[in-house]
T-cell receptor, first 117, second 111 residues
Framework: AQTVTQSQPEMSVQEAETVTLSCTYD???????LFWYKQPPSRQMILVIR??????QNATENRFSVNFQKAAKSFSLKISDSQLGDTAMYFC??????????????FGQGTILTVHP | DAGVIQSPRHEVTEMGQEVTLRCKPI?????LFWYRQTMMRGLELLIY????????DSGMPEDRFSAKMPNASFSTLKIQPSEPRDSAVYFC?????????FGSGTRLTVV
């Protein structure tokens, strides 16, 4: 079974600054996806970024980038130029590729990020 | 595309009553998932379907919970009888090889 751990229950950052959210995971699988989801107060789950485990290059989406360390089973999210709209709960998630459980997401506990003006 | 549509958005019911949550997945998505979010347990998968067939229901907490997917465009999650500890946000999500989309969730309160 896979586990995902987010060790930072809460984080805060000043507007325009950079913040990094941490995530570690445990799996015996070699082929998988990792995700960061954002959940604002509206409770909608919004995909922020996705990383395929077979890709060595770290994924980037505008102000959002990840530091994927496969050997260390670490997957951190960096948010640059933080904006007030980034205030939300952020979830790290794991998805195994293939097999009967393909598509199932295993989530971390979440990190509440507050961006201060 | 309207995305994954869940109804109702909010539901308040009395303990012992039957509750039915509804989900319309994105057309063309062949997998559908029901997740539950609580403060204590976070986000956890309850059940998922592939091509309308239940594949894994090991996350369904008790026999009081049941889920159906009679066709590719509709799924229900039923709780009978409901209990206060079932209070949570219930998410439906659908996926295909190119994407995974969540609905807006149903906030269930059992009093």
């Amino acid at each position: 079974a896979q586990t995902v751990t987010q060790s930072q229950p809460e984080m805060s950052v000043q507007e325009a600054e950079t913040v990094t959210l941490s995530c570690t995971y445990d799996t015996s699988e070699n082929n998988y996806y990792l995700f960061w989801y954002k959940q604002p107060p509206s409770r909608q789950m919004i995909l922020v970024i996705r990383q395929e485990a077979y890709k060595q290059q770290n994924a980037t989406e505008n102000r959002f980038s990840v530091n994927f360390q496969k050997a260390a089973k670490s997957f951190s999210l960096k948010i640059s130029d933080s904006q007030l709209g980034d205030t939300a709960m952020y979830f790290c998630a794991f998805m195994k590729v293939g097999g009967t459980s393909y598509g199932k997401l295993t989530f971390g506990q979440g990190t509440i990020l507050t961006v201060h003006p | 595309d309207a995305g994954v549509i869940q109804s109702p958005r909010h539901e308040v019911t009395e303990m012992g009553q039957e509750v039915t949550l509804r989900c319309k997945p994105i057309s063309g998505h062949n997998s559908l998932f029901w997740y539950r979010q609580t403060m204590m347990r976070g986000l956890e998968l309850l059940i998922y379907f592939n091509n309308n067939v239940p594949i894994d229901d090991s996350g369904m907490p008790e026999d009081r919970f049941s889920a159906k997917m009679p066709n590719a465009s509709f799924s229900t999650l039923k709780i009978q009888p409901s209990e206060p500890r079932d209070s949570a946000v219930y998410f439906c999500a659908s996926s295909s090889w190119f994407g995974y989309t969540f609905g807006s969730g149903t906030r269930l309160t059992v009093v």
